[in-house]
Structure formats: C-alpha cells, structure tokens
C-alpha cells in the first residue's frame, strides 16, 4: 500500500475530526457500481482488501487512510460514431435525404444510451492519507487535477473541510537552481540522477537528464543552462537515505520510493497480509511526518494562509 505521489495539502492542526465521525460522514459517499446508463461513478470503499464494506477508513493512532474507488464504462467515442454515423445512412437510405442535425444528435443519443449498458467498466482506486495531529493531508495521486477529483467527492461527503494547498516561502523551481547550481542540496537530502530543465521563453525548450550522474560535466551544462534562463521543473532526491522522490516546480512529490532499509523492517515483522499492511501505513506515516517538515524546511517554510 505505499504510496507512489504525494499531492500535499493543510488541515488545521489538529484537526479536531474525530475518526467515527469521520467514518460515519464518508458513509454519505459510499461507492455504488455504475448503472445501466451512467458512464462513471465513485465513491469510498475499505482500504484494506477483504474488509467489512463499511470499513471506509484504516487508522493507526491520528493517522488514517482512505481510498476513493472510480468505476468507468470503456465506451470509446469513436465507437459511438462509427455506430451513429452507420444508422445514419441506413436512414438516409430509408427516407431518401439524409438525416438533420437534431436528428444526429438524437441518434447519438440513443446509440449511446442502447452501448453503455454493454461496455465494459474499469476501476481506479486512490488513496488519502490524512494526519489529523500535525494537519497534513496527501493524495496518491499522479497529478493536481486527480487529487481534486478526489478531494471533490471528499467535500461533498464531509459536512466541512477547511483545506488548502501547501505552499512553500521558496518555490521549488529557485530552491532547485540554487541546489544544482551550488552542486550540493540541504543537509539531510541528496541529489539523484533525473533532472528536467524548461526555459520560460515562448519556446519553451527543455533539457533532461535520465539516469544520467549530475557531477562533473553534467554540473557545469546544467548550471549554464540555468545561467541561460532555464528553470528545473523536475529533480530526483533522496532524503536521509530512506525516501527517493521526484519533486516538481509545482510541490509536488512524484515516484516516491521507499528504500530497502524501510520495507526489510516490514518484512521482518510478520508475513500475515493484515499485519503486514498495518506494519507499511504505519511505517509510512510515521516516515511521512518526519520527511514533510524537512523538506518545508529546505523550501523556506510554509506559507501558513491567514498568518504573516
């Protein structure tokens, strides 16, 4: 169950929720699988496989997790078209003059609403990890727009959620170039082997480095390209040798890896599937309370909205 992103939001802290309320309002949200004629629908569903189905959240002490399941029907719209523009002639062939536009949309309509039930549905689970005592909220998710996706179905479930994004004294994209450019990041982190560069001119142009060492000769290009007016969009850390991860311009946490020396922990503790998943959250949340504040560190701290 570790994560893979973190797209990183503030709760109050603490946040004074209690986790039976909080189940109890997730109740109001509960995943039902796609109708007949519904393309889509989502709701909460046990992050543990084989849990109760009202088992909507896992905690351990004031961390809890949850997951939002999306169910999809594949029904491409190429499918559609090809089916309407097919009837289309047939009618047309019936009548003797081709069919109106209300009339292609109508059977656009009915085609579609006559498949759906036939499509095959998919489904994508996302994770929320939520530390009521420091007031974090992270969502395992691959971009912002997914994590607001999440986040949507969250508020409409909840009767309040006084959220915002993290946002950082330093951007990440200066804090970056400062790093590269020094050739050293901060104490406690270590510059990986991925970098991405983008100018901020009209073309845009962008420079990457994959897994390709960034001392020496790489060094001194990527500090001319920054000299140059390139900005990093994108660099590969690890922190205290525990947590790899890509950090963008953005704030946000990508392929977040947890190193060996965390899961051998686990695998020494048991080899029984419920324990072994209450081992890795815990495990997780505790790295995460350790890893979030040192990297608010190294980027000038928080802005705290409503503080100067």
Not at 29 to 36: D, L, M, R, S, V
Not at 131 to 140: K, N, R
Not at 219 to 229: D, M, S, T
Request: with cysteine; charged share 30%; glycine share 6%.
């Amino acid at each position: 169950m570790w994560f893979k992103n973190l797209q990183l939001y503030r709760l109050p802290a603490p946040w004074n929720l209690s986790f039976a309320d909080l189940a109890e309002q997730l109740g109001r949200g509960i995943f039902h699988p796609c109708g007949n004629l519904e393309a889509a629908s989502r709701g909460w569903t046990p992050p543990r496989a084989g849990a109760d189905e009202g088992d909507l959240l896992h905690a351990a002490g004031r961390q809890c997790l949850l997951t939002l399941t999306t169910e999809s029907r594949l029904l491409p719209a190429a499918v559609i078209l090809q089916e309407t523009q097919a009837r289309a002639r047939k009618l047309a062939a019936e009548q003797g003059y081709p069919p109106g536009r209300k009339a292609l949309r109508d059977l656009k309509e009915q085609v579609r609403d006559e498949l759906l039930p036939r499509a095959f549905t998919c489904r994508r689970k996302t994770s929320v990890w939520i530390d009521g005592e420091h007031g974090w909220l992270g969502v395992d998710a691959s971009s912002l727009a997914k994590a607001e996706e999440v986040l949507e179905h969250l508020r409409q479930s909840l009767d309040d959620l006084p959220l915002t994004l993290v946002q950082t004294r330093t951007s990440p994209a200066s804090a970056m170039a400062d790093w590269l450019t020094n050739g050293d990041a901060p104490a406690g982190f270590s510059i990986d082997r991925d970098c991405e560069l983008k100018a901020a001119d009209e073309e845009h142009a962008v420079v990457r480095y994959v897994r390709h060492p960034l001392g020496d000769e790489a060094a001194a290009e990527i500090r001319a390209h920054i000299a140059a007016g390139k900005l990093p969009t994108r660099l590969a850390l690890t922190w205290n040798e525990r947590i790899a991860f890509v950090l963008t311009e953005k704030g946000e946490i990508k392929r977040l890896e947890f190193l060996d020396v965390l899961k051998e922990e686990v695998e020494q503790e048991s080899d029984n599937a419920d324990e072994i998943f209450d081992a890795e959250f815990a495990l997780m949340s505790g790295e995460f309370t350790r890893f979030l504040p040192d990297l608010m560190t190294v980027l000038g701290g928080e802005i705290i909205h409503g503080k100067k």
